[in-house]
């Protein structure tokens, strides 16, 4: 079992950041990729990113590269999104954290994520 708890959501500006946190326990983490989604009212779930614990690789959906980073601290296994230039409104959501064995490749699809944290709202305004 895998337990993720985020935090660092909030009310900002457009055009500002925010980081948010997810702290990971329960088990070792270096076969795992860890992935934030993002849920918007009325709309499905999406991906926004994904990191490897394993070699630190990345993948972005088109829709937050250049402007969001994720990254991943072993020492206190927690995976943080840096999120920056905040758009209003496609930005707003609440976002979750979430964790899956990495087989080589990066999954989008949150079927492929057994583990979830409760999720963080971020708000962005104008």
């Known amino acids: 079992q895998v337990q993720l708890a985020e935090s660092g959501g909030g009310l900002v500006q457009a055009g500002g950041s925010l980081r948010l946190s997810c702290a990971a326990s329960?088990?070792?983490?270096?076969?795992?990729?860890m992935a934030w989604f993002r849920q918007a009212p009325g709309k499905e779930r999406e991906f926004a990113a994904a990191?490897?614990?394993?070699?630190?690789?990345?993948?972005y959906a088109d829709s937050v590269k250049g402007r969001f980073t994720i990254s991943r601290d072993n020492a206190k296994n927690t995976v943080y999104l840096q999120m920056d230039s905040l758009k209003k409104p496609e930005d707003t959501a609440v976002y979750y954290c979430?964790?899956?064995?990495?087989?080589?490749?990066?999954?989008?699809?949150?079927?492929?994520?057994?583990?979830w944290g409760q999720g963080t709202q971020v708000t962005v305004s104008s």
């Open positions: 990191i490897s614990w394993r070699d630190e690789s990345t993948d």
């Open positions: 329960g088990r070792t983490l270096s076969s795992y990729v």
């Open positions: 979430a964790a899956g064995v990495y087989r080589g490749f990066f999954s989008r699809h949150n079927g492929n994520y057994p583990y």
